[in-house]
């Protein structure tokens, strides 16, 4: 029902920033709330940020807290992941997802994922 296809992932400085885009195809994606997962190397997949269906409230990971700001534009089916100051604990696949409900995605929960992009933060 709902395609997610993320870009804007790549190599960047300690410091630097970078923005991630997830375009969504499907009937009802202003209908979805969106979130952002990674997973580092070793790691298990963790909870990044996610943003209700109005885009009215927004939700963040504390690791990410004052750096990271997610958005929306449903006219664009489109969500986005700013981040600022990256850190080298930053790399990490990243992935975007749909869940009908927002609270479902701090758990790790998600009807939708797509495919990842690349994060890479050298020192």
């Known amino acids: 029902q709902v395609q997610l296809v993320e870009s804007g992932g790549g190599l960047v400085t300690a410091g630097g920033s970078l923005t991630l885009s997830c375009a969504a ?31 009215s409230i927004t939700y963040y990971a504390d690791s990410v807290k004052g750096r990271f700001t997610i958005s929306r534009d449903n006219a664009k089916n489109t969500v986005f992941l700013k981040m600022n100051s990256l850190k080298p604990d930053d790399t990490a696949v990243y992935y975007c997802a749909a869940d009908s409900v927002v609270s479902e995605l701090a758990t790790g929960r998600a009807d939708y994922w797509g495919q990842g992009t690349q994060v890479t933060v050298s020192s």
């Open 25 to 55: 195809s499907g009937r009802t994606f202003s209908s979805y709330a969106m979130g952002w997962f990674r997973q580092a190397p070793g790691k298990e997949r963790e909870f990044v940020a996610s943003i209700r269906r109005t885009a």
